[in-house]
Antibody, heavy 122, light 108 residues
Framework: EVQLVESGGGLVQPGRSLRLSCAASGFTFDDYAMHWVRQAPGKGLEWVSGISWNSGSIGYADSVKGRFTISRDNAKNSLYLQMNSLRAEDTALYYC???????????????WGQGTLVTVSS | DIQMTQSPSSLSASVGDRVTITCRASQSISSYLNWYQQKPGKAPKLLIYAASSLQSGVPSRFSGSGSGTDFTLTISSLQPEDFATYYCQQSYSTPSITFGQGTRLEIK
């Protein structure tokens, strides 16, 4: 069974940094692209960033470009999101999501983890 | 960015009803349209990808159709477990992926 477990969320002051992690199991991690998608409290979904299986292709939403960095460690079956210069509008539940099909980036997110909550507030 | 607009924003229906949710893109996205279901306190779940392909394990009462700018998600006979929020998502304009605002399906 595929499992994605996010961690690293918490309360952080504006302008500070936070690093999220996603531990993957139940599939061959280095065969699949991975993504981060967030959801502000009571709001809809927003794709944040994605990374190909070999880290050769990386993309970001305009809202986080230049502030967030996605990375992965295939030896550790882990995905990361380094978030710098955090703003109040970054407050959200951050989900890690696996690409549906191996080897490609189709932006078909399946499955998703349960999320880790990031709250940016002074 | 491509804007995705869902209608209605909320919907009340009864078990056994046939329900249709519409998603409209601000420009043509071919068939690069996906549907997700999210239940309260849970992560979203992929239902339909590439406009009409049913994800493995998803009941056949769910179906998707459309191309270009107009798409629909249809539930042929609502079951109690289908009451949730549904989101469409375009995967045409990468990496500027966008979701619709969601349609909340409630019990009448």
């Amino acid at each position: 069974e595929v499992q994605l477990v996010e961690s690293g969320g918490g309360l952080v002051q504006p302008g500070r940094s936070l690093r999220l992690s996603c531990a993957a199991s139940g599939f061959t991690f280095d065969d699949y692209a991975m993504h981060w998608v967030r959801q502000a409290p009571g709001k809809g979904l927003e794709w944040v960033s994605g990374i190909s299986w070999n880290s050769g292709s990386i993309g970001y939403a305009d809202s986080v470009k230049g502030r967030f960095t996605i990375s992965r460690d295939n030896a550790k079956n882990s995905l990361y999101l380094q978030m710098n210069s955090l703003r109040a509008e970054d407050t959200a539940l951050y989900y890690c999501a696996k690409e549906l099909v191996q080897g490609v980036i189709a932006y078909w997110f399946d499955p998703w983890g349960q999320g880790t909550l990031v709250t940016v507030s002074s | 960015d491509i804007q995705m607009t869902q209608s209605p924003s909320s919907l009340s229906a009864s078990v056994g009803d046939r329900v249709t949710i519409t998603c409209r893109a601000s420009q043509s996205i071919s068939s690069y349209l996906n549907w997700y279901q999210q239940k309260p306190g849970k992560a979203p779940k992929l239902l339909i990808y590439a406009a009409s392909s049913l994800q493995s394990g998803v009941p056949s009462r769910f179906s998707g159709s459309g191309s270009g700018t107009d798409f629909t998600l249809t539930i042929s006979s609502l079951q109690p477990e289908d009451f949730a929020t549904y989101y469409c998502q375009q995967s045409y304009s990468t990496p500027s992926i966008t979701f619709g605002q969601g349609t909340r399906l409630e019990i009448k």
